[in-house]
């Protein structure tokens, strides 16, 4: 039984059926967005967290993307997910509103395209002007860098194969 089949002048007849399928249909919502958010999240183990990580990125990088908004340093690491670590100076982009709509967007980005950069760690940095672009420019630069990341790695181990 759905709410649009519920006759509103039988609504004192119907009314504990229609309390319990506000109830069940505000629970199946509340149980798809935390699967999402599960899925989607974005938890401490697909974080850069220290500046050790920081430093092994930025030191061995062995794969390197950039746009004139971005740099995207990555390396090869021997966990079971990708991680990313932020690097939004204030120098670059000056206003706090911006530098914390970038890092949303990236980290979004991020999340939704985990299966395309597996086993890396990665630092990316904001070059200046990435706050003249508005969202959905920002999102197609970034989605751009992993693709452009992912064909990297893809022609290193297709090198690497054919070496042996």
């Known amino acids: 039984m759905l709410l649009r089949d519920v006759v509103l002048k039988?609504?004192?007849?119907?009314q504990h059926k229609l309390r319990f399928l506000c109830c069940s249909m505000i629970y199946q919502s509340t149980e798809k967005r935390?699967?999402?958010?599960?899925?989607?999240g974005f938890p401490k183990t697909s974080r850069l967290l220290n500046a050790a990580d920081y430093?092994?990125?930025f030191?061995?990088?062995?794969?390197?993307?950039?746009?004139?908004?971005?740099?995207?340093l990555a390396n090869s690491s021997d966990r079971s997910s990708a991680r990313m670590g932020l690097v939004i100076a204030k120098k670059n982009v000056a206003l706090a509103v911006q530098r914390n709509r970038i890092k949303r967007q990236l980290r979004n980005t991020f999340r939704h395209n985990k299966q395309l950069l597996d086993k890396l760690d990665l630092v990316v940095l904001a070059r200046k002007g990435a706050d003249k672009l508005d969202n959905k420019e920002l999102k197609a630069t970034i989605d751009s860098l992993w693709l452009d990341l992912q064909g990297k790695m893809k022609r290193a181990t297709a090198k690497s194969q054919g070496d042996r």
């Open 55 to 57: 430093k092994a990125v």
């Open 10 to 14: 039988d609504a004192p007849h119907y």
């Open 34 to 40: 935390d699967r999402c958010v599960a899925e989607f």
């Open 59 to 72: 030191s061995n990088a062995k794969f390197k993307v950039s746009c004139r908004q971005f740099l995207v």
